[in-house]
């Protein structure tokens, strides 16, 4: 199982990114995100039967899509970023009540 995310980086606020989340071995669920100092926090994910959850800090702003044709990972479309937008992003996947997570992608959001 391997989980890879990219597609971090620095952003002025207001602006947009898009994270990219390749997998093998395991379909990618979602995302989270970290900052120093706190916990690991969800962004968005894809449930079991298919709907998406959202963090209510991020509805309206973030959209994660997935791609089957070309691959199991997943996408977050991040658009109007904020400064607390800041910190480093997850890919996520789960199986069998295990939780596997990718390396990270830095995503900093200055103002």
């Known amino acids: 199982v391997q989980l890879q995310a990219s597609g971090g980086g620095l952003v002025q606020a207001g602006g947009s990114l898009r994270l990219s989340c390749a997998a093998s071995?395991?379909?990618?669920m979602g995302w989270h995100r970290q900052t120093p100092g706190k916990q690991r926090e969800l962004v968005t994910t894809?449930?079991?039967?298919?709907?998406?959850?959202y963090a209510d800090s991020v509805k309206g702003r973030f959209t994660i899509s997935r791609d089957n044709a070309k691959y199991r990972g997943v996408y977050l479309q991040m658009n109007s970023l904020k400064p607390e937008d800041t910190a480093v992003y997850y890919c996520?996947?789960?199986?069998?009540?295990?939780?596997?997570w990718g390396q990270g992608t830095q995503v900093t959001v200055s103002s």
């Open positions: 071995g395991i379909n990618a």
């Open positions: 894809f449930t079991s039967d298919g709907n998406t959850v």
């Open positions: 996520h996947s789960r199986r069998l009540f295990r939780d596997y």
